[in-house]
């Protein structure tokens, strides 16, 4: 049955694109006003709307648009204020909208002013026998849900690396903008300025192709009765920063951190990876030192291609888990790993 459409994304930090997301969520939203025959609008919010609006422009007949310095940061206030308008400018019935940590915040609060129902970490929307069906993943990728609704609007957050990405020319859009009054309490909470850390320190790469992964193994004692810690530590970021790689880490291995025992100092509980960890996307992975148990394996569930470098020839990857496994030592073969980076490196 045909629906009112709506594609509701931020203007990402340059100023004159969306985020990587946002244009495979559009795409989603393509493909389900064509499997529909739905209309698509386009809303966008961002302090100019204009550039990031030609990139998308050749992707829907409408685009709307609310702009201005008031909306150019993440602000609960100023936020939902813009995406309810929008929907109401539209009068959208189904919602789609990219899940950054910026529309996340606000979604249910706008579901909620437009009476609404929402749907967060969507990973498809299709138009099946004429119903509209949306998935998501629960218990860690276990189980997954499929949801249809009778409610309008229906608000749905997708998640990333789950459709992809639209990649029409850019072309001059015609953005129509709504002009938003906004109170002084709505301009209560100011922008101050963004802390990020520093690039060698930033080891959680989403886009990154290739999911390094370090288990405990790393900490142990190894064939000398000694543990060989500096040398772990320098192999891993050697290595992360020759290949461009994401790091993730096991869960004992993160323990141990927050246990003040002695560790890769790198290594936060943000890399865990796994069941009580995260489920990153990646094209490849490669764990290092890591035993492949259960709780572990299952944050791996989007990664394709999975290889394990273990000395236990009867570790959990090799149980079926991973597609490749080297029985090796890791310190060697991270430190062979590393010469051919650099020699590659040097040829270029
Ligand atoms: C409710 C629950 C939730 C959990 N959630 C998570 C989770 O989210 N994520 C997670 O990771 N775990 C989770 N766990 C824990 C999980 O079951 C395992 O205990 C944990 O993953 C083991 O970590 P590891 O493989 O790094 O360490 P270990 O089991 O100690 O394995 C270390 C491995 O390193 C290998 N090794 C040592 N030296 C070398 C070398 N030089 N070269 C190559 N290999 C070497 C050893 O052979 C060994 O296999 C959970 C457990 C429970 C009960």
Redesign the pocket.
């Known amino acids: 049955m045909p629906q009112n459409i709506l594609f509701l994304a931020q203007v990402d930090e340059s100023g004159t694109a969306l985020p990587k997301i946002a244009y495979e969520v559009l795409g989603a939203a393509i493909d389900l006003a064509t499997q529909s025959g739905s209309t698509l609008t386009i809303g966008l919010v961002g302090e100019d709307v204009q550039s990031a609006a030609n990139t998308v422009a050749a992707a829907a007949a409408r685009i709307v648009g609310v702009r201005g310095p008031d909306f150019a940061h993440p602000r609960y206030a100023t936020d939902s204020a813009a995406l309810e308008a929008i929907c109401r400018e539209v009068s959208a019935q189904i919602v789609l909208a990219p899940a950054t940590s910026r529309f996340l915040r606000v979604m249910p609060g706008v579901a909620h002013r437009l009476k609404a129902q929402v749907d967060t970490h969507v990973s498809s929307i299709d138009a099946v026998d004429g119903a509209l069906t949306a998935k998501r993943w629960f218990y860690r990728q276990r189980l997954e849900a499929v949801i249809q609704r009778d409610a309008r609007p229906w608000l749905l957050a997708m998640d990333a690396g789950c459709h992809n990405a639209y990649a029409g020319a850019s072309t001059a859009a015609n953005v129509q903008l709504l002009n938003l009054p906004l109170s002084a309490e709505a301009k209560r909470t100011t922008f101050a300025s963004v802390r990020v850390p520093n690039r060698d320190a930033q080891t959680i790469r989403p886009d990154a192709k290739l999911l390094f992964v370090a ?4 900490c ?1 004692k ?1 064939a000398d009765g000694k543990t060989h810690l500096p040398e772990a530590e320098a192999a891993i970021l050697q290595f992360l920063k020759n290949s461009g790689a994401s790091l993730g880490g ?4 993160v323990d141990q951190t927050g246990e003040n025992q002695a560790v890769l100092g790198f290594m936060t509980h943000l890399n ?6 995260s489920t990153p996307r990646h094209p490849k992975g490669l764990s ?9 394996v299952v ?1 791996w569930r989007f990664v394709n291609e999975r290889r394990a ?4 020839p009867n ?1 959990g990857w090799a149980r079926g888990k991973a597609d490749v496994v080297y029985v ?4 060697q073969v991270v430190a062979k790993l590393n010469a051919l980076l650099a020699e590659k490196a040097s040829r270029k």
């Open positions: 288990g405990a193994g790393w142990k190894q096991s869960k004992s291995l865990q990876v796994g069941q009580t960890g290092t030192c890591c035993h492949g148990e259960e709780p572990h944050g470098v273990n000395l236990d570790c090796a030592d890791a310190f």
